[in-house]
């Protein structure tokens, strides 16, 4: 037996349905077939796809990467059937996932536009460290955004192999403070660590997931008085404007988001901020895929 597109069909639909009973009901087959249908599967591929609870339906970790796979392949599928059957074009699905970047909005934007097809479904995931591994780990995401320092570089590096992730650098940046315009610091050509102590610093929650090596911000570790944590980029610049707050990252951020409001100062520290992409080891970027990473390397070359 040889794993069929309907099989891969079937356990995508019961997946994004959470259940069997709804999933027969959008297929138009019986309950016990699709049962059925599903059980042959993991046995052939020796993996259990899902679990079975009295809340319905659960994927496994063995399932969430096998089903990555399966909309790889029915990605494809669908490609070559509107290419060379002329089927109906079909709707094109794109996802990436993210820490708190701007530019990679940016360079989402440029990919929506270039696309320009009547039906697509794309998705922008601005999350944790640890999600971004586990989507594109998962192939939930073609593509994931992550930053390297000198203090987390090694963990992560060890994290990647693990998964069967492949890190490439996009740029190199040098750690600049963000901060509102009105700011006493914002005036300065460059600012000292201690100087910030007394200020507000803003971070990116991670969550369950909170280790220092998964922080967005370098110099994680060191002790603060004041300290927020934030979940979204519109929240920290707020917290910018309105408490004097201050963040430190790559210094790209685009003045025509927030006007002369808010600025960056290079900070005087012995550090580096390594952006790159992740991505899958056993998967070849899709043309969607290529477009969004060129219009990134074009974004961050502009703003460098």
Request: glycine fraction near 4%; charged fraction near 25%; include cysteine.
């Amino acid at each position: 037996m040889r794993i069929t597109l309907q099989q891969l069909r079937y356990a995508i639909e019961v997946a994004e349905k959470g259940s069997i009973s709804e999933a027969a009901k959008s297929l138009f087959i019986s309950q016990p077939s699709l049962s059925n249908a599903i059980k042959e599967l993991e046995t052939e591929i020796k993996t259990t796809i899902f679990t079975r609870t009295n809340k319905g339906i659960l994927v496994t970790n063995e399932g969430a990467e096998f089903l990555g796979y399966a909309r790889q392949v029915l990605q494809q599928t669908n490609l070559l059937e509107e290419k060379y059957l002329n089927e109906k074009t079909v709707k094109q699905k794109f996802s990436v996932s993210t820490q708190h970047y701007t530019f990679a909005a940016n360079a989402f934007v440029d990919l929506v536009k270039e696309f320009g097809a009547e039906e697509y479904e794309f998705t922008i995931n601005e999350t944790k460290t640890w999600e971004i591994i586990e989507d594109v780990k998962n192939l939930h995401s073609e593509i994931g955004i992550i930053y390297l320092s000198n203090y987390n570089e090694a963990v992560l590096h060890k994290i990647f192999e693990e998964n069967n992730l492949i890190f490439t650098e996009l740029f190199v940046a040098k750690p600049h403070v963000f901060l509102y315009s009105r700011h006493p610091l914002a005036t300065q050509k460059s600012i000292r660590i201690e100087e910030l102590d007394q200020y507000p610093c803003l971070s990116f929650s991670q969550g369950q997931y909170n280790s220092f090596y998964f922080a967005e911000e370098i110099l994680s570790t060191r002790t603060v008085k004041k300290s927020i944590k934030v979940s979204d980029r519109a929240a920290i610049v707020n917290f910018m404007i309105g408490l004097n707050g201050y963040t430190i990252s790559t210094g790209l951020f685009p003045k025509y988001l927030h006007g002369d409001d808010i600025v960056s100062v290079p900070l005087e520290v012995e550090e580096k901020i390594q952006v790159g992409t992740i991505v899958h080891k056993d998967m070849i970027l899709s043309r969607l895929g290529e477009i969004y990473l060129e219009a990134l390397k074009k974004i961050a070359s502009d703003l460098l």
